[in-house]
């Protein structure tokens, strides 16, 4: 980093520039934990709110939720549309606090009315399973829609199952799969096996195969477990083997 979290003074984090918080926020170092506990101690929003995620993964520090929540609290008094947005997490998973889905719905319209995807994705979630909210499928679709016109990979790949399901319009399959393949670019895990389970109904194996072995990239370790026992029943041997190979190995491990 190059400067010691204690020397670094409120206008110094005032006056940081762009590159100089790019390296902050990729660093996930001690050193890099230290800056940002400076940062936030002086009342900067973006260091409280980085240093609530920080807390919260355990990267470059211990996993605490109680101290995530403390800074995601501060950031989100201070309008920071993602500490806004991680409040609503807090809340939903019992993250630090009690779990809250009434809460969580609070914290998800306000960063969706400010126009965060995230926040539109996870508010269309709980709308989905009517969870702290009543369900409502057709309001859902249309966060999702919003979100997805942000780029946000996650509610595309979602998107994608209204049309391959027919949730709300048309069933739709070449355009589910349109989406499905927009997701798996975006790097969505879920789209990833979405998209590749569509190759090989097409008979495309190779393409297929390759997109799964994208997955481990980035799958929480419950999705891995579940894709791969749909891998081990798979029609196919090219596909089984996948299951065998060290990534999803590790899964399960």
Not at 22 to 44: F, H, K, M, N
Not at 208 to 217: F, G, K, N, T
């Amino acid at each position: 980093m190059g400067q010691r979290a204690s020397k670094v003074s409120v206008r110094q984090l005032s006056q940081v520039d762009a590159q100089h918080l790019a390296a902050i926020v990729a660093d996930r170092s001690p050193e890099a934990i230290a800056w940002l506990r400076a940062a936030a101690r002086q009342g900067v929003p973006r260091a409280q709110a980085i240093l609530g995620q920080r807390l919260l993964s355990g990267e470059g520090t211990a996993r605490d939720e109680g101290e995530a929540l403390h800074w995601f609290a501060l950031a989100a008094q201070a309008d920071d549309l993602d500490a806004i947005n991680m409040m609503g997490r807090c809340c939903e998973l019992g993250w630090g606090r009690a779990r809250d889905a009434q809460m969580a719905v609070y914290w998800y319209r306000l960063a969706a009315a400010r126009g965060l995807d995230w926040g539109m994705y996870n508010l269309a979630n709980l709308m989905m399973n009517g969870d702290g909210v009543a369900a409502d499928r057709a309001a859902a679709l249309a966060l999702y829609r919003c979100a997805a016109a942000l780029g946000h990979a996650k509610s595309v790949n979602v998107l994608g199952r209204f049309h391959e399901e027919g949730w709300e319009l048309d069933a739709d399959p070449e355009q589910a799969f349109a989406l499905y393949r927009q997701a798996a670019l975006g790097g969505d895990f879920r789209g990833q096996f979405n998209y590749a389970r569509m190759l090989l109904q097409r008979g495309l194996m190779e393409q297929a195969l390759a997109w799964l072995r994208c997955i481990p990239d980035a799958a929480t370790p419950a999705f891995m477990r579940n894709v791969r026992g749909w891998l081990s029943q798979s029609g196919h041997a090219a596909v089984r083997a996948l299951a065998d190979e060290a990534a999803w190995q590790e899964a399960v491990a």
